[in-house]
């Protein structure tokens, strides 16, 4: 089992906690998680808070719902201390048409198209069961205070970072906003996939279990199991036939599963590597093999007076190194910066990373790592990243995939031959950090005895991104994002007609992308200077979130504090304490089920009993209208070249930094075209 024990990464950095937002104190919890001190705060007066601030290298707030004057006193403190980092996480940020307005994480939900990509086709949106904008808003958070914290070691200067509840959500579209720029729209699935099948929940006889089969090699070996006859159907013969025929094809897997329990499904899905998983309920997750391995769930003492309380364990496993004389400090930072910020280099210059990554973890992370200066060197197959000709895009490259892999270069590498890995080996000898999301240990086998990046390059910083981890009790368990979802409490905390049901978004992966960048940055501060100490990073999706579902399963938010009310111009959400929302819905004459009310009248007809009852009423925007909101032109949209000059949209960093901000402009080249520089050979 993993030992739970707090790092030290960041052992010299003294936090000031002070917001009230779910966000702030997650923020606060992973700069403790990396060794930081943290002291909360109930300032009660501005010369209290001054003192408090003046010994704090890291502020975090939530200047939209905290009173007026601590802002101003924190103001005062920071123009008294420049070395001071200020963190602020709010619902919209601090400027755009919606500045100052306290939007709750439902509120956000609703308004940028989370709840619209999630639930059932031909049913109404639904909300994401745990109070996911606010936690990615807190490792943003986090993430921004560390990239501060980097800033500052080099030019001793504090800075403001401004994150937004708002900003984080857009950021979290990647896989739906290509469709929205191409003039579509996106529609709810549940928990199927749109370019594979069978891949969804299916009832077992004491549960339900995922199964994700999206080759024809996994078809034809599930098929075998169910019904030999399957396989010459001609409904099922490829995967496009398939996803045509997904209802009839469902009904057939559903009355299969349905005979088995859950863990006899799971054996023999396992034995023919079928891609599967439980779907977990969160009061089970304690029990979950792998999460007692990796220790995610911790019991915490309550000093006798009750039982003890369970909080989550640290969502990234890192092991340091000892400081060895590296080469980013013998690397030539460079001077000046062409991203135009003056005077202030961006924070990462001089850095080299190697990515081996598809899909979102891995391009996720490296895509920031760029953004804020390093240099990036994205490794793809001969044949291309997986995600790189997906529709829609423009000529052969897709929206998704430029919109993740902006400013890095992309060399072509075979590491099944020789040259392949040769070329590969000399590439992680030169590198600082390697972020990758492929198997565990195949990465490894792939390069050889006595070739582990470790070996190579015993100060490299080498995070490795799966489902359950490089030390797992599921060893060689594949996992997607739809699976991480099912094994960690978010699809049993999100309900679409009383079916567990996964967000629309790529929670697991986005969220598990974005604490991965946090350790790696983490990392990197702990061997600023003239050493540089390698580390090995062991993020689990699982791990990360049954931590992002704590809010939830700890009891400080209600899934039950909202409702979708379905009225004749469109769909709204409606938010108060459960209580307050039932007196409500029974005065209207509304009828509640699973969360759900429907009006047949336009929404006006409400507003009056809403006011009067306390009820919060927020439409559900469609994707397509996120786009043209004045708050999203003002805060998020944004725009990229490629090498022939063409602009690509982009969306900005979540984080935004007043002095080093991360910055996004040259979308990605074709197959190889790196390849003459970085390996000093011209391709075949």
């Known amino acids: 089992m993993y030992p739970v024990k707090q790092l030290r990464v960041l052992s010299d950095t003294r936090v000031l906690e002070i917001g009230t937002r779910i966000g702030v104190s997650i923020c606060s919890g992973l700069l403790r998680d990396a060794g930081a ?45 420049p070395r001071i980092i200020m963190v602020d996480i709010t619902g919209a940020g601090a400027f755009g048409p919606l500045a100052g307005l306290a939007l709750t994480d439902l509120q956000v939900q609703a308004m940028c198209g989370l709840m619209d990509s999630t639930g059932v086709t031909g049913a109404p949106p639904t909300a994401i069961g745990f109070p996911v904008v606010e936690v990615s808003a807190g490792i943003y958070g986090a993430i921004g205070a560390a990239v501060a914290l980097i800033s500052r070691d080099r030019d001793g200067i504090g800075q403001e970072v401004d994150v937004a509840l708002y900003d984080c959500a857009v950021n979290a579209l990647t896989t739906f906003l290509p469709k929205a720029l191409a003039g579509g729209s996106a529609s709810r699935i549940g928990n199927r996939h749109p370019l594979g099948a069978p891949w969804n929940t299916y009832p077992t006889s004491d549960g339900w279990a995922l199964i994700c089969a999206v080759s024809d090699d996994q078809w034809t070996r599930l098929s075998g199991m169910i019904d030999p006859a399957l396989a010459s159907d001609s409904r099922f013969r490829a995967v496009a036939d398939r996803v045509t025929h997904v209802d009839a094809l469902d009904a057939i897997v559903s009355r299969w599963t349905s005979s088995f329990s859950t863990l006899d499904l799971l054996d023999r899905c396992e034995k023919f590597n079928i891609p599967c998983g439980p779907i977990i309920r969160v009061e089970d997750l304690a029990s979950d093999p792998n999460v007692l391995h990796r220790g995610m769930i911790v019991s915490q003492s309550a000093g006798g007076a009750g039982p003890a309380a369970r909080i989550p364990g640290i969502p990234f496993k890192m092991h340091t190194g000892q400081a060895i004389k590296g080469k980013r400090a013998a690397r030539d930072p460079g001077a000046g910066d062409p991203a135009g910020r003056p005077g202030h280099k961006p924070p990462l210059r001089g850095l080299r990373v190697v990515e081996v990554g598809q899909y979102t973890t891995a391009p996720l992370v490296a895509k920031h790592l760029a953004a804020l200066g390093a240099e990036v060197i994205k490794v793809e197959p001969a044949e291309g990243d997986a995600t790189r000709f997906w529709k829609p895009g423009q000529g052969d490259m897709g929206y998704f995939f430029a919109m993740t892999n902006t400013d890095k270069s992309v060399v072509t590498v075979d590491l099944k031959s020789a040259a392949g890995r040769d070329n590969f080996c000399t590439l992680l000898r030169g590198a600082d950090v390697l972020v990758e999301n492929m198997r565990p240990g195949a990465l490894e086998r792939l390069l050889g005895a006595g070739c582990a990046p470790v070996e190579l390059n015993p100060a490299l910083v080498h995070c490795a991104i799966s489902g359950f981890g490089v030390d797992s009790a599921y060893p060689g368990r594949p996992a997607f994002d739809t699976i991480a979802q099912a094994m960690c409490g978010m699809m049993d905390l999100t309900r679409a007609g009383g079916v567990p049901t996964k967000a629309g978004i790529s929670a697991a992966d986005i969220l598990g992308g974005q604490v991965a960048l946090l350790a790696i940055l983490c990392s990197l501060r702990d061997g600023a200077g003239p050493t540089h100490a390698g580390a090995s990073v062991d993020l689990a999706m699982q791990d990360v979130g049954v931590w992002a579902t704590y809010p939830a399963w700890s009891g400080r938010v209600s899934r039950e504090d909202h409702l979708i009310v379905s009225c004749a111009d469109a769909d709204y959400m409606a938010e108060a304490p459960a209580t307050t929302l039932g007196a409500w819905a029974r005065q209207a004459g509304i009828a509640v089920q699973d969360g759900c009310a429907r009006f047949p009248r336009p929404a006006s007809e409400l507003m009056d009993a809403l006011d009067a009852a306390g009820v919060t009423l927020t439409r559900v925007r469609p994707i397509a209208d996120v786009l043209t909101q004045p708050h999203f032109l003002a805060r998020c949209l944004n725009s990229g070249r490629d090498a022939a000059g063409t602009f690509w949209p982009l969306v900005n960093a979540p984080y935004r930094m007043r002095l080093t901000p991360a910055i996004s402009q040259v979308v990605p080249g074709p197959l190889g075209s790196d390849n003459a520089r970085v390996f000093g050979i011209v391709n075949d």
Not at 49 to 75: E, F, K, Q, Y
């Open 37 to 81: 001190s943290v002291t909360s705060a109930e300032p009660t007066s501005v010369a209290d808070l001054r003192a408090a601030a003046a010994h704090a290298d890291v502020v975090i707030t939530s200047s939209d719902t905290d009173p007026a004057w601590i802002g101003h006193a924190l103001h005062e403190a920071a123009q008294a201390n």
